[in-house]
């Protein structure tokens, strides 16, 4: 069975930074492309970031240069490095598969104050 597990959310004052943690478990981790993606109330979910097997990345405009993805292939772990949040990065961040996501975790909350 498939477990993604998020943590690393919280309270950040804008300009601020937090570090994000998937745990994975049920995939074969090292050869799926794997993603960050964002809802925020009212709005539908987003992909922040993504990153293939061979380590290549992805990020739209609106967290490039922002936000850095990696993995850790022996620890089965994504990570999403965030820096100078603002109040508009405010969202349940949630990671998963990216050519064919599976069922979704609970996700971890990011809020950022202004």
């Known amino acids: 069975q498939v477990q993604l597990v998020e943590s690393g959310g919280g309270l950040v004052q804008a300009g601020g930074s937090l570090r994000l943690s998937c745990a994975t478990s049920g995939i074969i981790f090292s050869i799926n492309g794997m993603g960050w993606y964002r809802q925020a109330p009212g709005k539908e979910r987003e992909l922040v970031a993504a990153?293939?097997?061979?380590?290549?990345?992805y990020y739209p405009d609106s967290v490039k240069g922002r936000f850095t993805i990696s993995r850790d292939n022996a620890k089965n772990t994504l990570y999403l490095q965030m820096n100078s949040l603002s109040p508009a990065d405010t969202a349940m961040y949630y990671c998963?598969?990216?050519?064919?996501?599976?069922?979704w975790g609970q996700g971890t909350q990011v809020t950022v104050s202004s």
């Open positions: 998963n598969l990216i050519v064919t996501p599976g069922s």
């Open positions: 990153i293939s097997r061979g380590g290549a990345t």
